[in-house]
């Protein structure tokens, strides 16, 4: 069967700043938290590889685009990074910084591949961070002068910004369950951090807008649809409910609606753990939303009502409201520990046309990360990843039928061009088109799939 797609699609791939550029003498890039984790804990790093070590792009980035030209690109989206472009967080801009950008966006200009912009993407400036990073009021603040900057420096030629990828990961990560810096577990503290993020997208947003500039401004959310365990149970379906609230809704309705959802304010009034909003907060939220939703998407979250004992032993969490439900008979991704559930792709969508106005959105992320894929090398010395071309065109079929019906859905963006750095998990999964390997500088492959890729861009259609 043939799977078509609209003209003008965009086809590319995503990345981030932190996890692509790297480090050199004499770029004056600050310390981020990764950087600072990493000096202080290099252990907790898969096989020790810190972000200094990226993939190089900072160096290597022209050699990049050629690639990304020939794996059939019209579009990309990277980060700016923050602790590059104004190491201390607020104050002076690098000049070495704005060199780079600048020429980054003009070779991908050049080669008719569009620049998608963001602008947060889990890496907080250390400075700030010891300041109190997302819970610190004044953070919002030096993150608003930092999107302007990035606005007047690259916005003539950038035309489609995003002010935050997945603000929901330095809430869990950073506040609930330990996978990022601070690694701290303290509820109150995230549902601030969670505010903050939301506050100060609207804030770029109304920058953004003030200026006049020829593009638009989104966000990209990491939604995962929450199924409860059984349809029939009102419990498992109540729960699910309020999972959605924690996980997908406390960024999707106050990005695209400009307010918060009524089940998750209910509950922190219950704790007694809403946030200090302040004069014009909520009115800025509700008149600032996004023009543009990018949506990434992995793995649904199954759940079901909550049958295990609370723990009490860090105060209120998001889980005292649900379990998670491990559903018998789920595909997996082994290396990653993740389901594969291709329809969650299409059930996003079809929320998006149903619930929130028909937003223009496109895929931003979605992807397969697998350990050891050199046991995959051809005698050619390409790797043959027909599993990962296997978990694209599978999600690219639901993507199709959403389309058919009806769904405002501009584009796919697969992670990653190349295989980058993954925060914790470094070079453990690979996840590009382009495979990087460390022990040869950085040395650039395409793989099958960035063929594959390359054949789908070309005529906006795939046969499965």
Not at 20 to 45: A, V
Not at 411 to 427: I, L, R, V
Request: aromatic share 14%.
């Amino acid at each position: 069967m043939q799977y078509k797609f609209p003209e003008n699609f965009w086809w590319g791939s995503s990345a981030s700043g932190p996890q692509t550029e790297g480090r050199f003498p004499n770029d004056g890039k600050g310390d981020s938290i990764w950087d600072f984790w990493y000096q202080e804990e290099p252990e907790k790093f898969f096989n020790g590889v810190g972000p200094e070590k990226t993939s190089q792009v900072y160096k290597k980035y022209k050699e990049d685009i050629q690639l990304m030209k020939k794996i059939g690109h019209n579009s990309f989206r990277t980060s700016i990074q923050w602790s590059r472009l104004i190491p201390e967080g607020r104050g002076t801009v690098n000049p070495e910084a704005v060199k780079f950008y600048n020429s980054y966006i003009d070779e991908l200009i050049a080669n008719g591949i569009e620049p998608f912009f963001n602008l947060y993407h889990f890496d907080m400036p250390m400075t700030l961070q010891k300041e109190g990073g997302w819970v610190n009021r004044k953070t919002v603040d030096a993150y608003v002068e930092f999107a302007k900057t990035c606005f007047e420096l690259f916005g003539d030629r950038v035309k489609k910004w995003f002010t935050h990828n997945e603000p929901v990961v330095p809430v869990e990560g950073g506040y609930l369950y330990q996978f990022h810096y601070p690694n701290e577990i303290d509820m109150r503290k995230a549902v601030i951090v969670g505010y903050h993020e939301n506050l100060a997208s609207a804030k770029a947003i109304e920058a953004y807008h003030a200026m006049n500039l020829p593009g638009e401004i989104g966000i990209i959310l990491n939604l995962t649809p929450s199924y409860p365990r059984d349809e029939a149970n009102p419990e498992d379906v109540k729960a699910a409910k309020i999972a959605d609230a924690f996980f997908n809704r406390s960024f999707l309705d106050p990005a695209v609606k400009g307010e918060f959802p009524e089940e998750l304010v209910t509950i922190l009034k219950e704790l007694d753990m809403l946030p200090e909003i302040q004069a014009g907060d909520l009115e800025t939220i509700k008149n600032n939303t996004v023009d543009l939703l990018g949506i990434n998407y992995y793995q649904p979250r199954r759940i079901k009502a909550k049958e295990t004992p609370i723990d009490h032993s860090h105060g209120p969490m998001p889980d005292d409201y649900f379990d998670n439900y491990d559903m018998p008979g789920k595909k997996m991704n082994p290396y990653r520990g993740w389901e594969i559930y291709e329809k969650g792709i299409y059930d996003i969508l079809t929320n998006t046309r149903e619930n929130y106005g028909n937003i223009p959105c496109f895929i931003s992320e979605n992807g397969m990360g697998v350990e050891g894929e050199e046991k995959y090398i051809n005698a050619d010395g390409q790797i043959e990843d027909d599993y990962r071309i296997e978990f694209i065109s599978g999600h690219l079929k639901y993507v199709s039928q959403a389309i058919a019906e009806g769904t405002n859905c501009l584009g796919y963006h697969m992670w990653t061009c190349m295989d980058n750095w993954s925060w914790m998990n470094a070079y453990k999964n690979r996840y590009g088109f382009i495979a990087v390997d460390l022990d040869q500088d950085g040395k650039r492959t395409i793989k099958k799939s960035g063929y594959w890729f390359k054949e789908l861009a070309e005529t906006n259609q795939f046969e499965a």
